[in-house]
């Protein structure tokens, strides 16, 4: 295991793809949580609530939702990479055992999300307490509580990073993955939870951005309306749950087929 994890961390430290992505996910942040901030309680459209108020601070926290799909989609590119480029073979006749494999994976590209997770949040506190202290709001929540939420960010990150390996892992086909999880995230995630508000918590994208912060309905991108957060560390249970299921799942079905 030792060996595989070496190698999946040198693959990542000789490559831009964990600069990239996280670089990606600083933008988006910085986008969403910058436009929150400026029409924060104007009432308009979906304007948040006043960042003079707890909710309005904790909502433009939150504007990680972007980043937080970004890491799953990190970790679907760091094992789906190996059959676009060619390299499973070479990988697999060095480390025979696929499991090991596939687990290593799924350990780099958690360690890569949480990294891409630590730059989001740092961005979106930065916003919103800058923001709030530009004019003159006194900090309505307290310091535990941004400590959680960004907190949230980063283990939620790491996790749909662990997630997202397993399911790239699981598809194989890179773009066809990519789709699926964005879809999963933007759409299908939306109308379950919508539909079947009780299960909507157990949802990998939804548990994570409420973890960041995210409430009932909100963030960006939505999540469904209707749904209560798990408490906190019911959620990343569940996460860690999930990157589990998907990671055996793949080890059970396509990391045992042929990788050409």
């Known amino acids: 295991m030792t ?90 006749l060095d480390q025979p055992d696929r499991g090991r494999v596939l687990a290593a994976k799924a350990v780099a590209a958690a360690a890569a999300g949480a990294v891409s997770g630590i730059a989001a949040a740092a961005t979106a506190t930065g916003i919103t307490l800058g923001f709030a202290a530009s004019r003159g709001y006194p900090l309505a929540l307290s310091d535990p509580a941004i400590a959680r939420y960004a907190a949230g960010t980063v283990i939620g990150s790491a996790l749909l990073a662990a997630a997202g390996a397993g399911a790239g892992s699981l598809i194989r086909h890179q773009t066809g993955a990519i789709i699926a999880v964005v879809a999963w995230g933007l759409v299908v995630e939306l109308v379950v939870g919508a539909t079947l508000t009780t299960l909507g918590r157990f949802l990998p994208y939804t548990a994570a951005a409420m973890l960041a912060g995210d409430t009932n309905g909100g963030g960006m991108p939505q999540i469904p309306r209707g749904v209560t957060a798990l408490p906190y560390p019911a959620g990343i249970a569940v996460l860690a749950a999930i990157a589990v299921a998907v990671a055996a799942a793949a080890a059970l079905t396509t990391v045992r087929h042929d990788v050409t």
């Open 3 to 92: 060996g595989a994890l070496r190698a999946e961390f040198l693959k990542l430290r000789t490559t831009r793809l964990v600069a990239g992505m996280t670089g990606l996910a600083v933008g988006l942040t910085a986008l969403i949580g910058v436009l929150e901030a400026v029409t924060a309680g104007t009432g308009k459209g979906m304007a948040i609530p006043s960042l003079g108020t707890a909710g309005g601070l904790r909502d433009n926290m939150a504007s990680t939702g972007f980043a937080l799909l970004v890491a799953a989609l990190l970790g679907v590119v760091i094992s789906s990479g190996e059959f676009r480029l060619k390299t499973a073979t070479d990988t697999y």
